[in-house]
């Protein structure tokens, strides 16, 4: 689509015969198409239609903005919804501008291909009758030579040169030579859109053959992962992915460790791993943000980090469990909130049988170092003075109703319709680790400690080599393109006086044609011709 | 150090300030009439003493496309003109500020003990700084466009202002985020690449601005192209850095930030603020080359859209940085 370039004459018009109407709308708008104009202004549109992308919270990037957007805007959400405002690249509409940018791409390419291809098997054409009407000229100059050793050498110049160059025996003993140079600048052109087109494929074979899932994986032999799609958090298949399809892995978190500036800025994170591949034997593996876990098929990736208080419940029956649960970080300090909830406690041993009006849930936030002056949040990542501040409730955790909640917040229906209360005081209760609280109803709260966890994402994509390789491809293209420069130059050697060829000597004239936009020409033609005088004499 | 790095930016920033003042003063009360010539025949003969051997190609400086015809008073002039020997000390001055400039870059590294490309403070101070290099670079080999230099220091001067003003960060060691040597490659090429098309937009604004006035138009900003180098020159100028940065922008935000991005975040692009704004830019830009390369478009049609390319890319510095929320937010001013 770039360079324009002299191109054969378009065939003459065809005999005046009707047109089929079809297949003359089919033509125009074929031609329409794969102009540069249209070319340009689907770019443009291109350009336009990623604007909103940027404005607009994306599912597939950050789906809790979409979810703040509907509340903060009810009304424009679901029609920004249904013209696909929250995924933008996924859009009809975006789809429709790039693949009609490449059907355009791919109908102006596909004729210069075969026009380069032609160009490049045939020879430089003869020249021009008058030199002298070329931008760059050298006018006739005599020489001793005969004019064929002359032509000869001249010839043997320019191949030095890298020029194609063609010698032609004229009339009467004159002898021309027509060479060109700069291929490669137009072999770029087209190498650069057609890598656009391998990465355009690469991209959709990955979407469709690729999978990403996200977790969160806590420290400790007990709170292992393995790969399917049930263990995952949140997680996407591609169109062609069989949830059996997953490489088969286990991943137990046995060691991470953080470090931090005096601010608070992390330094460096390591998460060390146990890994089994395929039921082999477990392999201890280290990753880190930047350098992820190569598996095989799948890679690892750090993403955040956080702390799981340890909590030990005693109910009303003697009965104690224990569990992790994992705070997520609301801030840089690590200021994390979650909740404990123990849906089977205060289980009548006797019976068996489960009251829900006592089921105990604890909310609240946990502090790795809490501030001298008792703020509430965090002010530092790393647990110099850990805190946890919880609200004690008890009730019916709405666990049971078949609706998926989170986990790491109490269902705030049940607290609203009375189901679910708040049994503590009015300011969450302090614990440090290692403390117990006692409820008022003589149930205990044990803070064991906090064991840190990670999360992760472990993705596939097949295709991402073959992208990669397009993209450099289309860069090596893109440079040849814009740094080539095509041109012709011509010799023209002939008998120095009619008469007198057996007694040799020759005149020379030379001319030069870029045929791109190349405003050092006139210095490369000056030089060309000097060195084939100066060959010619040595 | 980090002391020093802070003097030597506002020193920095004053040098830019003071060749703007000069080459204002230029503009402005360098003798009027002698201009086009005043400009450029004394800086030939000094770049011609001071240069190395090979061969200046004038291609961008058609001595007939900025000598006025009259030879009689051409001769006489480049003897004395105060607004020439202004733009010269205005050139001097900036050199001096690109000094302290580097010297701001250098002190900054040494202090956080890593290269300084880690926040949008530091960026800004890398790309001006290489859009400074280059305009320098340019300007010794084509001494006839130093006009622009009153247009070059405004932009550096506003985009230094703005990075101290807005995105002022301590000192401080890169997040493990950046611990990477993609960092450095993905960085310095984005940094150079934007520093190019930096440098490349002055010509294509005062290719506008002087197509306008000579094609008539005599309303503000046109005005400014009375004296400014011929159109055609500038316009090639600015093609010729645009071709220069855009593979270098390819390379830097569309092939080495996917390969980090993938072994950081896991996926080579995922359509992250910085991301749509890196593809529109590219896009932008792309249509620039193709609008050029085609006869069909006017030449100020292109140029337009060079200018637009420019316009996204403060987006993506300014825009994204201070609205979005991404995941290029080490990039955020103020330091969260």
């Known amino acids: ?470 993209a450099v491809l289309g860069l090596v293209g893109l440079m040849l393109s814009l740094s080539g420069r095509r041109r012709r130059v011509w010799f023209r050697v002939a008998p120095l006086a009619v008469g007198d060829a057996g007694h040799g000597g020759s005149v020379v004239e030379a001319g030069g044609l870029p045929r791109t936009d190349y405003p050092g020409f006139p210095e490369e033609f000056a030089q060309l011709v000097k060195a084939a005088r100066d060959e010619g004499t040595s | 150090m980090a002391e020093l790095s802070n003097q030597l930016m506002v020193v920095t920033v004053l040098a830019y300030l003071a060749a703007m003042v000069c080459h204002a003063a230029e503009y402005s009360f360098g003798a009027r009439s002698h201009i086009g010539r005043a400009a450029i025949r004394p800086a030939r003969q000094l770049v011609g003493a001071g240069a190395p051997a090979e061969p200046v190609p004038d291609d961008l400086v058609p001595a007939d496309d900025l000598v006025p015809a009259d030879d009689a008073v051409a001769e006489e002039a480049p003897k004395k003109d105060r607004g020439a020997l202004l733009g010269k000390v205005a050139v001097g001055i900036t050199a001096l500020g690109l000094l302290a400039h580097l010297g701001t870059l250098v002190t900054r590294g040494i202090a956080a003990d890593r290269m300084p490309w880690g926040n949008m403070y530091e960026f800004i101070l890398s790309v001006t700084f290489v859009g400074s290099a280059v305009w320098l670079g340019v300007l010794s080999r084509r001494p006839g466009i130093r006009h622009l230099g009153l247009f070059v220091a405004l932009v550096l001067v506003v985009l230094l202002g703005a990075a101290g003003l807005v995105a002022y960060t301590p000192v401080g060691p890169l997040v493990p985020a950046l611990h990477s040597y993609w960092f450095v490659i993905h960085v310095s090429t984005v940094i150079l690449a934007s520093g190019i098309f930096l440098v490349g937009f002055v010509p294509a604004a005062m290719f506008l601005i002087k197509n306008g006035y000579d094609q008539g138009k005599r309303s503000f900003p046109y005005t400014l192209g009375k004296r400014v180098p011929a159109a055609a020159a500038l316009e090639r100028l600015t093609f010729r850095l645009h071709a220069f940065a855009f593979p270098l922008f390819t390379f830097g935000a569309l092939i080495a930030g996917p390969l980090w991005a993938e072994a950081s975040w896991g996926r080579y692009w995922g359509w992250d603020p910085k991301e749509v704004w890196a593809f529109i830019s590219w896009v932008v830009y792309a249509c620039y080359l193709h609008a050029r390369a085609t006869p069909s478009v006017k030449r100020s049609t292109a140029t337009w859209i060079a200018v637009l390319g420019f316009a996204t890319m403060l987006m993506n510095l300014f825009g994204v940085n201070l609205f979005f929320a991404g995941l290029h937010s080490y990039a955020n001013a103020g330091g969260m």
């Open chain 1, 1 to 470: 689509m770039t360079t324009v370039e002299e191109r054969p004459a378009p065939p003459a018009a065809p005999p005046p015969r009707r047109a089929n109407p079809v297949w003359a709308l089919l033509r125009n708008s074929w031609r329409q198409l794969t102009s540069m104009r249209t070319a340009l202004v689907l770019l443009f549109l291109l350009a336009v239609a990623a604007i909103p992308g940027s404005v607009l919270p994306q599912r597939p990037v950050n789906p809790e903005k979409v979810t703040t957007y509907y509340l903060e805007h009810p009304k424009l959400a679901p029609w920004l919804d249904r013209i696909g405002g929250f995924d933008v690249f996924a859009s009809v509409w975006f789809a429709s501008i790039y693949l009609l940018l490449f059907t355009s791409l791919v109908g102006c390419v596909l004729p210069r291909l075969l026009d380069h291809y032609r160009a490049l098997r045939t020879v430089p054409p003869e020249a021009p009758r008058r030199l002298e009407r070329l931008p760059q000229h050298v006018p006739a100059a005599e020489r001793a030579e005969q004019p064929a050793v002359l032509a000869a050498t001249v010839a043997k110049t320019l191949r030095r040169r890298r020029f194609r160059t063609v010698l032609r025996e004229g009339e009467a003993g004159a002898w021309t030579i027509a060479a060109e140079k700069g291929y490669l600048k137009e072999t770029g052109n087209l190498l650069f859109h057609f890598a656009l087109l391998t990465v355009l494929v690469g991209v959709g074979f990955g979407s469709w053959y690729g999978w990403h899932g996200n977790r969160l994986l806590v420290q400790g032999d007990d709170t292992g992962f393995c790969n399917s799609v049930t263990q995952y958090d949140e997680s996407k298949l591609g169109p062609r992915v069989d949830p059996s399809d997953l490489p088969n892995f286990c991943l137990k978190l046995t060691e991470f460790a953080a470090t931090y500036q005096d601010t608070g800025v992390p330094k460096s994170f390591e998460a060390t791993v146990a890994v089994t591949q395929d039921g082999g034997a477990a392999v201890t593996r280290q990753f880190t943000v930047n350098d992820p876990l190569r598996l095989h098929h799948a890679s690892v990736h750090l993403l955040g980090q956080g702390y799981a208080p340890v909590l030990r419940y005693t109910d009303r029956y003697g009965q104690t469990q224990t569990n992790v649960f994992p705070f997520l970080p609301r801030d840089g300090m690590l200021t994390s909130e979650g909740v404990a909830m123990f849906p089977d406690a205060n289980v009548d041993p006797k019976t068996n049988k489960r009251d829900e009006k006592l089921q105990v849930g604890f909310e609240g936030v946990y502090l790795p170092t809490v501030s001298a002056d008792n703020s509430a949040t965090s002010s530092y990542p790393a647990e110099r003075a850990p805190g946890l501040f919880l609200n004690a409730y008890r009730g019916d955790l709405g666990l049971d109703s078949g609706i998926p909640g989170s986990v790491y917040v109490l269902d705030q229906g049940q607290i609203a319709n009375g189901q679910l209360k708040q049994v503590s005081g009015d300011r969450p209760h302090e614990l440090k680790p290692g403390e117990a609280w006692t409820l008022d109803d003589g149930t205990k709260l044990e803070f064991l400690g906090t064991r840190p966890f990670i999360t992760i994402s472990i993705r596939y994509d097949p295709t991402a080599e073959l992208v990669l390789a397009g």
